[in-house]
T-cell receptor, first 113, second 114 residues
Framework: NAGVTQTPKFQVLKTGQSMTLQCAQD?????MSWYRQDPGMGLRLIHY???????DQGEVPNGYNVSRSTTEDFPLRLLSAAPSQTSVYFC????????????FGQGTRLTVV | GENVEQHPSTLSVQEGDSAVIKCTYS??????FPWYKQELGKGPQLIID?????GEKKDQRIAVTLNKTAKHFSLHITETQPEDSAVYFC?????????????FGKGTHLIIQP
């Protein structure tokens, strides 16, 4: 049982480059989300989805896009990377809004130079 | 929106002693309060959670207490062991929100001294 899988684990980008962080879950969870973790800041919500075809913004959405075409996958796109997006990114999923335990992936450490 | 404050930022205790981490929240509509443990290089992992209709919950050496009136909740770890060393995060969310609606505290680095 893989749970929540994130790829890649590490990435270095140049300012202005674009990339997609991948997230997949095999638990048939409806709710998925992306958080970023910065030193001394805890985890902050970027975007979330409560089901296929439905996405919404979290606390810090600027510079990021998401889509949810399937229940399993929730990719996060950086359209034009900036040094301020250097962070560790975590994807999480939960069954729904009643069974609310959130399962996190192992994270993607992104450095923008 | 919700705001979660967590204290202390660093906590060092002797092995075998107890550790207490405290959090306060601002949104009276929040009703789900999980605690996560994060080891170096890994994602957060749920260790215990409590809902607003319960005042205390225990799981072996770990317990969480909730005071809805004061809007604060605490994590208690007894008989600490070296493997308890990690960063601990509290969080809060509302009814109907799962992985999409967690507001986290800034974390507590727990150090267990041998």
């Amino acid at each position: 049982n893989a749970g929540v899988t994130q790829t890649p684990k590490f990435q270095v980008l140049k300012t202005g480059q674009s990339m997609t962080l991948q997230c997949a879950q095999d638990m048939n969870h409806e709710y998925m989300s992306w958080y970023r973790q910065d030193p001394g800041m805890g985890l902050r919500l970027i975007h979330y989805s409560v089901g296929a075809g439905i996405t919404d913004q979290g606390e810090v959405p600027n510079g990021y896009n998401v889509s949810r075409s399937t229940t399993e996958d929730f990719p996060l796109r950086l359209l034009s990377a900036a040094p301020s997006q250097t962070s560790v990114y975590f994807c999480a999923s939960s069954m729904d809004g009643v069974n609310t335990e959130a399962f996190f992936g192992q994270g993607t450490r992104l450095t923008v130079v | 929106g919700e705001n979660v404050e967590q204290h202390p930022s660093t906590l060092s205790v002797q092995e075998g002693d107890s550790a207490v981490i405290k959090c306060t929240y601002s949104d009276s509509a929040s009703n789900y309060f999980p605690w996560y443990k994060q080891e170096l290089g890994k994602g957060p992992q749920l260790i215990i959670d409590i809902r607003s209709n319960v005042g205390e919950k225990k799981d072996q050496r770990i317990a969480v207490t909730l005071n809805k009136t004061a809007k604060h909740f605490s994590l208690h770890i007894t008989e600490t062991q070296p493997e308890d060393s990690a960063v601990y995060f509290c969080a809060a969310s509302r009814r109907g929100r799962g992985a999409d609606g967690l507001t986290f505290g800034k974390g507590t680095h727990l150090i267990i001294q041998p």
